[in-house]
């Protein structure tokens, strides 16, 4: 019995190390700090951690855990400014470094005993370790259904359209971090007190990567992942032990073995096994559970004044010298040959791109160097993407309830007292998006994952996404495109829809005939420059915009562009003819 | 001067693993941990082939390069290829190449047992050449012109012939490279060949010098060959050479000055202190993403 209550015990403790990686695994963060940083607070906790209850009543082990926690935290922060700039494998090997210099600091240390190692009292039994792994488990599963958790998972699906969903990316990121840095501090501190010796060389790489194993097998898409990794890469050698296949080579092969399996037919992790429901969160069609949103400013209140705005990429002048201005209920179309300059200069509104010349104002916001498209995002701008940046493992309805980021309240610590607002106000967001997944015809594939939608589903969903955070300025870049005749149509009837409410669009579109049925006034680009501006029928009529697409050698999309202009411009000059003439304009 | 010829030698080591660690790495972006294992294999089948066959050390060479070309291959398509078009193929590749490394060092376990093993004192000739009053050995020279021909032979490659406009297409784009008509299975089966076999090689030649191989050795060197890329800019060639001497130069300059408990300090203490000045390192370019 005595054996199996340590084995317990070590999968508890290796779960939490695994919580720990799962911390930023489901942010899309991959680090290997969490080593290094249980490592020092095991440490130093030492330090602190006395013999006899504080005041009598505070057991030590608990202080030896708040301050690990503590020093877990703190220490992922400090290391958290300089290397939150980068990403994928670059952040890896800058927090496996971090990890090695810790290691290396510490064993240079006399308070640590060095290599030798240090003793710790042994203060953590099986009891404590799976009550601290259940509070662990607790918190991630609190967190999965939370606005925050909602934004990791954005984040780690697509951090540019997470960003303009008004989600402060770099803020997140950190989040992850820190949170990762507290379970790796407790997991130092409650693995030194278990096993009573340690030394700085045992949080080295290696283990750093056994961590990061666990956690991926178990899967990281359900917080139970960590602990089924734990069960079955801790159970496995004792397995192999007791059927008697434990000659020094076996046991590896076998693991490495099982891994590899895992690893290439189990995509989720041993976690996919479990079967589950696909989407977190159910259609919400009833409009009593809708919120009361705040009211769009009053139309024709101005949102967007562009003065002379500029981008060059090196000596390329890819947009130059815009003047440009949008007030809400208007419908403004940019048109122009393909690299006219429309996505950089929506990428510019939107602060995805910063200026190089000029200046402009957004929802009162100035666009400068420093201008965070989340900013924008928060102040009341929604977007879409002409190549289609959807969170794709996530469900339609999750899509869309990222995308009400800016109009929900973050419910994580309602969620883990189990407060009754949290349900209502995760009601009320999940009413929204469910709102705007059937004002676009979706409310049918609420559950479907967006990677697995049609070409113009996931237009659509695109489109109820940006909706979904009850924008004052919507931009749209070509959401008509892969639509056919009757799709486009009822798009229009949308977007018009929407301008009737009192939104302000700014859309880009290569279907000029679209364009010039539904927008108010149309400005168009050509090699970065303005070279007409105005309502539909002086656009149609203007030579200049005609040689513009003519102009775009071998462009078939301007070639289009420009026949539908043409027959647009020949329909006007008969309609008004014939309006002259007869009654029958048709 | 001793000082500093050591710290050329140590370097050129870091540099025979990083040049065949950045192919994969920095061309392809698959990070290939199997390589460490790779190192290991090339190391003990080396000293087998020595010891148990006879054969001459010259002998010895090309039979570990093919074997290192054989395992790479395995390793491309049992632990890379599968992966291919998954979301997480980058998490996924790591973890299935840490996996497969594993499964080799436990074959070398089963064949060689887990203790250390050495090359007969005589396998190569212990020829010492002195310059400018620092001595070295005659090995410590041969690995060092090993590394630069390398470097030169390869960035060659890349840069140059068919095969490797191939690599740089794939990189680019797997998709594209496919509807081009390149035959991406086999372009990257080659890359990892000829990774894998200069890991292997690498692996004799540094059990050489130290004279000692265990399953372990290739971790230890893995770390400091990451180093290395970053260092140097991660897909450069030349960067991986010159990243190599950097560290062998610091590392020996540190342990004369600070002491040897704090040499590994340099290492990730570089790594670091690179990846947050200048990402792309000294060599590399910067990428430059596309909305």
Known sequence: ?586 | MQLFVDGIFLGSIYALFAIGFTLVFGILDRLNLAHAAVFSAGALVGIEVVTRWGLSIWLAIPIVFALGALLGVLIERIAFRPLAGRHDAHFAGLISSIAFGAIILSVLQALYGADTRRFPADAFPSTRLEFLGATFSLLQLMILVISVGLMVVLTWVVAKSKLGRGMRTIAENPHAAAVLGLNVGRISSMTFAISSALGAVAGVLFTLNVNAANLGIGHAVELKALAVIILGGLGSLPGALIGGLILGLAEVYAVNTVGSSWRDMVAFGLLFLVLIIRPQGIFGARKVREV
């Open chain 1, 1 to 586: 019995m005595f054996e199996y209550s340590s084995l317990l015990t070590f999968i508890a403790l290796t779960a939490i190390l695994a919580f720990s990686f799962y911390a930023v695994l489901i942010a899309g963060q991959l680090s290997l700090a969490q080593v290094g940083l249980a490592s020092l607070a095991a440490f130093t906790s030492s330090l602190v951690v006395p013999n006899e209850p504080l005041f009598g009543f505070i057991p030590p082990l608990l202080i030896g855990v708040v301050f690990g926690m503590a020093v877990g935290v703190i220490a992922a922060f400090v290391l958290g400014l300089p290397v939150m700039r980068l990403r994928g494998v670059f952040l890896a090997i800058a927090t496996l470094a971090f990890g090695e210099m810790v290691r290396i600091f510490l064993i240079n240390q006399s308070w640590t005993n060095g290599a030798q190692g240090l003793s710790f009292p042994k203060l953590v039994g099986i009891e404590t370790a799976w009550i601290a792994l259940a509070l662990v488990a607790f918190w991630f599963w609190r967190l999965s259904g939370s606005r925050m958790g909602r934004a990791f998972a954005a984040i780690r699906e697509d951090e540019l359209a997470a960003t303009t969903m008004g989600i402060d990316v770099p803020r997140y990121r950190m989040a992850s971090f820190v949170i990762a840095g507290a379970v790796a501090g407790l997991y130092g501190v409650l693995f030194a007190h278990f096993t009573r010796f340690a030394d700085p060389n045992q949080f080295s790489f290696e283990a750093a990567v056994d961590g990061l194993v666990t956690a991926v097998v178990g899967g990281t898409t359900f917080f139970v992942g960590p602990l089924l990794g734990s069960v079955f890469l801790s159970t496995l050698p004792e397995l192999q032990r007791t059927l008697g296949i434990d000659a020094g080579w076996i046991r590896p092969a076998i693991s490495g073995l099982l891994l590899l399996v895992v690893i290439l037919f189990l995509p989720g992790g041993l976690a996919g096994l479990i079967p589950r429901r696909r989407s977190s969160t159910k259609l919400v069609s009833d409009p009593a559970a809708l919120p009361q949103l705040e009211p769009l400013p009053a139309r024709g209140t101005e949102v967007m004044s562009l003065r002379g705005l500029g981008k060059s990429y090196g000596g390329v002048r890819a947009v130059h010298d815009v003047d440009l201005t949008l007030a809400t209920g208007e419908i403004l179309g940019l048109i122009g040959p393909n690299g006219a300059g429309k996505t950089t200069l929506v990428n510019m509104v939107t602060g995805v791109t910063a200026p190089t010349g000029g200046s402009g104002t957004v929802l009162g916001i100035e666009l400068a160097a420093k201008t965070r498209a989340h900013r924008l995002a928060s102040a009341g701008i929604a977007r879409t993407f002409q190549q289609i940046k959807l969170f794709n493992r996530l469900s339609a309805l999750d899509n869309v309830l990222v995308g009400g980021y800016r109009i929900s309240r973050d419910t994580l610590l309602r969620r883990l007292v189990f407060l009754p607002s949290a349900r209502r106000f995760e009601r009320q967001a999940a009413a929204v998006a469910s709102a705007q997944l059937i004002r676009v015809g979706l409310g049918d594939k609420a559950t479907t994952a967006a990677g697995d939608l049609s070409y113009g589903d996931q237009r659509r969903l695109e489109i109820a996404r940006a909706l979904a955070s009850h924008p004052t300025l919507l931009v749209l870049d070509e959401p008509a495109a892969g639509m056919n005749h009757v799709e486009a149509e009822r798009l229009s009837e949308l977007i018009r829809s929407l301008a009737a409410d009192g939104v302000a669009v700014l859309i880009i579109e290569h279907n000029v005939r679209m364009m010039l049925a539904l927008c108010d006034r149309i400005t168009v680009l050509n090699f970065g420059e303005v070279i007409a501006a105005g309502t539909p029928e002086e656009i149609a009529r203007d030579p200049r915009v005609l040689e513009a697409y003519l102009g775009a050698d071998g462009d078939a999309a301007a070639a289009t562009a420009a026949e539908e202009l043409a027959e647009v411009a020949a329909d006007a000059v008969k309609g008004h003819d014939d309006a002259a003439g007869t009654e029958d304009a048709r």
